[in-house]
C-alpha cells in the first residue's frame, strides 16, 4: 500500500489531471469511518500521525487532506511523495504526515492563521479512478498554536431518585469541549425512546435545561443527546439517570410536654415531628378516637396546645393528612402516647374563649388559658402612702394567642375597660383609672421572617385621681399591649399586671368592669 500525495508534480500529463481532479473527486461512500490524531492535544509545529479505525475495504492507495479555516475548500493534500503507510495488527493504518500544521499554513497563499476546527480525511483510492472507494475521518480544533480534540462530554445533573407525581422535573445536561469551546448544536432529552424536548445550544454554553411536570407514575429513565451545528463534532450522549414517579411516604412521631402523670388543668404540648420535613399538610391530634385538635406542619412540626384533659389515663395519637395526596402520604403514629391525668387539689377553674377568627390561609384565635375563670380580684382599695388616692394591683389571667396563617402579617392585641359601676350605688369610675403593664409569658413558633418577634408594650399608668374628673388616659380607651411583627407565626402566652388608682372621692361600693381583649 503506498500513499501518495496527489497533488505532487509527475511526468505523466494524464497522472496530473486526476491529481487535479482527486480534491474534488466523487465518493461511493456516505459515512466516514472512525480515525484519530495523535497526539490529541499539541502545538501547531507537533508532527501528527493519523490511525485509522480499520483498512480501506476496496482501493490501493491512500491520500490524506485537510479542511478549515485558510485552507482550499476541497482540502490540502497532507501526505509525504514517498511516504508509506503501515498496516496495524487487528486494525487500519497508521499514517504519518510528512507537514505539521505550521508547514501547511505556510503553504496557503496567503499564509493561513490557524483557527477553529480541521478536519483530516483520509480517502482510498483504486489505481488512477477519481471515485472515493472509502474514508476515514477525525478533527482538531486550534486556539491560538495550540489545538486539541474536537470533541464534547455530556452528563446530566444529579436528579431525585424519587419524584412525587405532579411535580416539576428540571433536566440539565452539562456540555464540556475536551479543548476550546462547546460548539453550538442543540440538546435532545429523552425518557427511553420518547423525547421530552429540546434546547438549543449557543456557542461557549455550559448547560441547558427541559423541565417537564406530567410524568406517569413509575419508573423512568431519562438521558439527553448534544448533536453539534458543525459535524467536524461527534454527538455527546449522557449516562442515562433513574428514577421513580411515586407518593413519597412519611412518618410522625408525636410527644408531649409534660409527660406523665400531669396535674388536671395543666397545660400540655402535644407535639407531632412529620418526616420528610418539607411535608405540606396539617397534623390531627386524637384522644382514642376524639379530635382534640390540628395544627399547620411548618418545617415538619405541627403542635397544639391544651389543659381540659379528664382525671383518666389518655391515649394520644397523631395523623398527618396531606394537602395533597399526589404529593405525600397520609400517615399515623405507630403506638399511642399514654397521658396520665391526676386530680387537681381546690375547686375547678373556669375557663372561657373570648375571640377567634378564621381566614382561608389559617387562623388567628384568642383564648382564655384553660384554667383560669376570667375574673381579676384585687381586693379592697387602699389609702396610698401619700394619701391622695385609693390604690389596690392584681394580675390579668394569661391568654393565648394562636396565628397560624401561612403569610402573617403580624398581630397587635389591645385592651380597654369598660367604666367600673357600684353594685348597690350605681356609681361610675372611668376605666382611665385603671392601669396595665403587659408581659409576653412564653412563645412557641416558628419565624418565616428573620427576625419576626412577640413584643410587649410599655406599661399603661392609671389616669392622676388628684386631677379634675377624667375619662381619658388609663384602659378608658383601646391601647395596644402587645405586638407581633410580620412574618410571626405560632403561639403566644401573655399575662398582665394591673393597677387602680381610684379619687378618694369615690363612693364604698363594690365596683366592676369588663375588660375586652382584642387581637387583630
Not at 463534532?233 to 449522557?238: C, G, N, P, R, W
Not at 391622695?388 to 389591645?414: C, H, K, Y
Amino acid at each position: 500500500m503506498r500513499i501518495d500525495r496527489l497533488l505532487a508534480g509527475v511526468a505523466s500529463v494524464s497522472l496530473m489531471a486526476l491529481a487535479l481532479t482527486a480534491l474534488g473527486a466523487t465518493t461511493a461512500s456516505a459515512v466516514d469511518k472512525p480515525m484519530s490524531a495523535s497526539p490529541a492535544s499539541g502545538t501547531k509545529t507537533s508532527p501528527l500521525n493519523l490511525v485509522t479505525a480499520q483498512q480501506c475495504s476496496s482501493g490501493d492507495k491512500i491520500q490524506v487532506v485537510v479542511t478549515g479555516s485558510g485552507f482550499p475548500l476541497a482540502g490540502y493534500s497532507m501526505t509525504g511523495k514517498d511516504a508509506t503507510s503501515t498496516k496495524l495488527q487487528g486494525g487500519g493504518y497508521s499514517l504519518p504526515l510528512l507537514e505539521t500544521m505550521a508547514d501547511a499554513a505556510s503553504a496557503q497563499t496567503p499564509v493561513a492563521t490557524l483557527s477553529g476546527v480541521y478536519t483530516f480525511s483520509a480517502r482510498c483510492y483504486s489505481g488512477l479512478s477519481s471515485t472515493i472507494l472509502d474514508a476515514f475521518s477525525t478533527s482538531i480544533v486550534f486556539q491560538g498554536n495550540n489545538y486539541g480534540a474536537a470533541s464534547v462530554a455530556a452528563t446530566l445533573s444529579p436528579i431525585a431518585t424519587q419524584i412525587a407525581p405532579g411535580r416539576s422535573v428540571m433536566m440539565t445536561a452539562n456540555l464540556t469541549a475536551a479543548f476550546g469551546s462547546v460548539p453550538a448544536g442543540s440538546v435532545e432529552f429523552f425518557d427511553g425512546a420518547t423525547s421530552l424536548g429540546t434546547a438549543t445550544v449557543a456557542e461557549g454554553d455550559a448547560s441547558k435545561s427541559v423541565t417537564k411536570s406530567n410524568f406517569a407514575q413509575g419508573a423512568h429513565a431519562v438521558k439527553a443527546v448534544f448533536t453539534p451545528t458543525n459535524a467536524a463534532y461527534a454527538s455527546a450522549q449522557t449516562a442515562v439517570s433513574n428514577f421513580s414517579i411515586q407518593t413519597p411516604q412519611t412518618t410522625v412521631v408525636l410527644a408531649a410536654n409534660p409527660t406523665s402523670p400531669v396535674e388536671q388543668y395543666s397545660l400540655v404540648t402535644l407535639t407531632a415531628t412529620v418526616t420528610p420535613s418539607d411535608a405540606v399538610g396539617t397534623v390531627e391530634f386524637l384522644d382514642g378516637s376524639a379530635l382534640i385538635g390540628s395544627g399547620v406542619v411548618a418545617a415538619g412540626i405541627a403542635s397544639i396546645t391544651k389543659g381540659d384533659f379528664s382525671v383518666s389515663v389518655h391515649a394520644l395519637t397523631a395523623t398527618f393528612v396531606p394537602t395533597s395526596t399526589n404529593d405525600f402520604a397520609t400517615s399515623t403514629t405507630v403506638a399511642p402516647v399514654a397521658l396520665s391525668v391526676t386530680p387537681r387539689s381546690g375547686p375547678a377553674p373556669l375557663t372561657e374563649t373570648l375571640q377567634a377568627r378564621v381566614d382561608a390561609t389559617g387562623a388567628l384565635a384568642i383564648s382564655l388559658v384553660s384554667g383560669e375563670d376570667g375574673v381579676v380580684s384585687f381586693g379592697t382599695l387602699a389609702l396610698s402612702s401619700g394619701a391622695d388616692r385609693l390604690e389596690a394591683s392584681g394580675t390579668m389571667d394569661p391568654v393565648l394567642i394562636s396565628d397560624t396563617r401561612f403569610n402573617s402579617p403580624g398581630w397587635q392585641l389591645s385592651a380597654q375597660a369598660t367604666p367600673f359601676v357600684g353594685t348597690s350605688t350605681k356609681a361610675q369610675v372611668s376605666g382611665a383609672y385603671a392601669g396595665i403593664t403587659p408581659q409576653v409569658v412564653l412563645t412557641q413558633g416558628n419565624q418565616a421572617t428573620s427576625g419576626a418577634a412577640v413584643t410587649a408594650a410599655a406599661a399603661i399608668q392609671p389616669a392622676d385621681p388628684t386631677g379634675a374628673a377624667t375619662t381619658t388616659g388609663g384602659l378608658a380607651s383601646k391601647v395596644t399591649i402587645v405586638t407581633a411583627t410580620t412574618g410571626w407565626r405560632g403561639l403566644a402566652r401573655v399575662g398582665a399586671a394591673m393597677a387602680l388608682a381610684f379619687p378618694l372621692s369615690t363612693a364604698p361600693d363594690t365596683y366592676n368592669s369588663t375588660l375586652t381583649l382584642t387581637v387583630s
